[in-house]
Nanobody, 121 residues
Framework: QVHLVESGGGLVQPGGSLRLSCAAP????????MDWYRQVPGKQRELVAT???????NYANSVKGRFTISKDTGKNTVYLQMNSLKPEDTAVYYC???????????????WGQGTQVTVSS
C-alpha cells in the first residue's frame, strides 16, 4: 500500500504560523474532498477545513480568516497554512479523504497518521 505523509507540525508561539502538508509519495493523486481535522485528548475530532478536488473550500468558524487549505496537484500535496495561531489551536492534526486514489491504490475514509501542533509561549 501507499500512504499519505503528513508533516509540518511543531511548537510555535502564539501569533506564529505553521504550514501542514499531506503528501502522496507517488503520482496519480486524486480525491473527492480532502479535510483537515484536529483532536485534543479527551475531546471529539473537529473538522477544521475542507477542499474539493475542484478547489472549493470550507472552514470551521474558529479558524476562518486565519487558516487556508490549498492543494498542489503537481506536487500531490494538500496544505493547511495556519496563521495567527492561538493556544487553543493546539491539537493533533489529521488529513482525511472520503475517497482517495494514490497511484494504483484506492481508499475510502482515509486518515493520515497525524501531526502534533503545539501553540505555547
Amino acid at each position: 500500500q501507499v500512504h499519505l505523509v503528513e508533516s509540518g507540525g511543531g511548537l510555535v508561539q502564539p501569533g506564529g504560523s505553521l504550514r501542514l502538508s499531506c503528501a502522496a509519495p507517488v503520482s496519480g493523486f486524486v480525491f473527492n474532498t480532502m479535510d483537515w481535522y484536529r483532536q485534543v485528548p479527551g475531546k471529539q475530532r473537529e473538522l477544521v477545513a475542507t477542499i474539493t478536488f475542484g478547489g472549493s473550500t470550507n472552514y470551521a468558524n474558529s479558524v476562518k480568516g486565519r487558516f487556508t487549505i490549498s492543494k498542489d496537484t503537481g506536487k500531490n500535496t494538500v496544505y493547511l497554512q495556519m496563521n495567527s495561531l492561538k493556544p487553543e489551536d493546539t491539537a493533533v492534526y489529521y488529513c482525511h479523504a472520503d475517497w482517495l486514489r494514490v497511484g494504483a491504490y484506492v481508499y475510502s475514509d482515509y486518515w493520515g497518521q497525524g501531526t502534533q501542533v503545539t501553540v505555547s509561549s
